[in-house]
């Protein structure tokens, strides 16, 4: 059972308030994907604690998501989803890039059921 759920007016001002750990994500996930492969390839540049650093902080961005009762399907790239009944069947849909929330599935049918938003949801 869903602990939180969203009204569409809900999510969109959550999502709001995340932008600025939205970008940290997205940058933290750059930085620690360029590092990573520098490593693999023998530079050692940015020594191993920063990795495991940013690593962390990376959890811990992605935990805040949750603790506010979003799911996050994925990191990269960033999808999270605002359950919208109490049992979790639908969920509003937001991928990074896209402006707003717009999108919606059912929890069953995951990322390939979902559908743009109509007037029904608003």
Do not use: N
């Not at 999510?11 to 994500?25: P, S, T």
Request: proline content about 4%; aromatic content about 6%; hydrophobic content about 45%.
């Amino acid at each position: 059972m869903t602990e939180r759920v969203f009204s569409l007016d809900e999510a969109r001002a959550v999502l709001d308030e995340l932008r600025g750990q939205i970008a940290e994500v997205v940058e933290l996930r750059a930085d620690l994907t360029v590092a990573v492969a520098a490593h693999e390839h023998g530079d050692e540049s940015t020594p191993l604690a920063d990795l495991k650093g940013m690593e962390a902080r990376l959890s811990e961005v992605l935990d805040g998501f949750r603790a506010r009762g979003l799911e996050v399907k994925g990191w990269a790239p960033l999808l999270l989803d605002f359950p919208m009944e109490p049992d979790g069947a639908v969920l509003l849909c937001w991928l990074e890039g896209e402006d707003a929330i717009g999108w919606y599935h059912e929890a069953s049918l995951g990322f390939a059921g979902r559908r743009p938003l109509d007037r029904r949801h608003e």
